[in-house]
T-cell receptor, first 115, second 112 residues
Framework: ETGVTQSPTHLIKTRGQQVTLRCSSQ?????VSWYQQALGQGPQFIFQ???????GRGNFPPRFSGLQFPNYSSELNVNALELDDSALYLC??????????????FGPGTRLTVL | SQQGEEDPQALSIQEGENATMNCSYK?????LQWYRQNSGRGLVHLILIRSNEREKHSGRLRVTLDTSKKSSSLLITASRAADTASYFCATAGGTSYGKLTFGQGTILTVHP
């Protein structure tokens, strides 16, 4: 186990609703990255938070937003849910702004189903 | 979009055999990492190889990196049924914030 926790484990929402996913980083890690993994695909980078600010963003629309708190935990918020948002959402923690030289340690994920 | 491509997409072997998975990527990298994923759950970090390294070992794992060919391979020796999982390569580079770009993965099945 990595020490990265995510909640909830599973979530079912309907199209148009909003959802908040949560992540607690591994002890000593100050950076959280979020990834979306569709069925049968590799994870895709959504964004990263470091020192409570967005530190980098992938090709996702603004309805995907996030927060990082002083204890380095993080939230992913998705507004106006669409069917294609159904996926496994993974968070990963790392050190020092997610330098390219550091490993990222992943949580177990939240499975989101949009009906 | 995915940067890497894993080959093969699926691999089925008997316990005790070796398993080799390959990964190709398109842009320059700082490092390449391999992850394992069981049954659509979280990713487990296996090994990181930096762009100035050519080979790395960890237990039954051996990773090679050829930056001139933009490719990497993961060898699992003496495989076990517990090695059954999806394996992903992920590259880091080109940004200051360590974004990982994943391939689509190789599904490994090890039969007892």
């Amino acid at each position: 186990e990595t020490g990265v926790t995510q909640s909830p484990t599973h979530l079912i929402k309907t199209r148009g609703q909003q959802v908040t996913l949560r992540c607690s980083s591994q002890s000593g890690h100050n950076t959280v990255s979020w990834y979306q993994q569709a069925l049968g695909q590799g994870p895709q980078f959504i964004f990263q938070y470091y020192r409570e600010e967005e530190n980098g963003r992938g090709n996702f629309p603004p309805r995907f937003s996030g927060l990082q708190f002083p204890n380095y935990s993080s939230e992913l918020n998705v507004n106006a849910l669409e069917l294609d948002d159904s996926a496994l959402y993974l968070c990963a923690s790392s050190l020092a702004g997610g330098s390219s030289y550091n490993e990222q340690f992943f949580g177990p994920g939240t499975r989101l189903t949009v009906l | 979009s995915q940067q890497g491509e894993e080959d093969p997409q699926a691999l089925s072997i008997q316990e005790g055999e070796n398993a080799t998975m390959n990964c190709s990527y398109k842009t320059s990298i700082n490092n390449l990492q391999w992850y394992r994923q069981n049954s659509g759950r979280g990713l487990v970090h296996l090994i990181l190889i930096r762009s100035n390294e050519r080979e790395k070992h960890s237990g039954r794992l051996r990773v090679t990196l050829d930056t001139s060919k933009k490719s990497s391979s993961l060898l699992i020796t003496a495989s076990r049924a517990a090695d059954t999982a999806s394996y992903f390569c992920a590259t880091a580079g080109g940004t200051s914030y360590g974004k990982l770009t994943f391939g689509q993965g190789t599904i490994l099945t090890v039969h007892p």
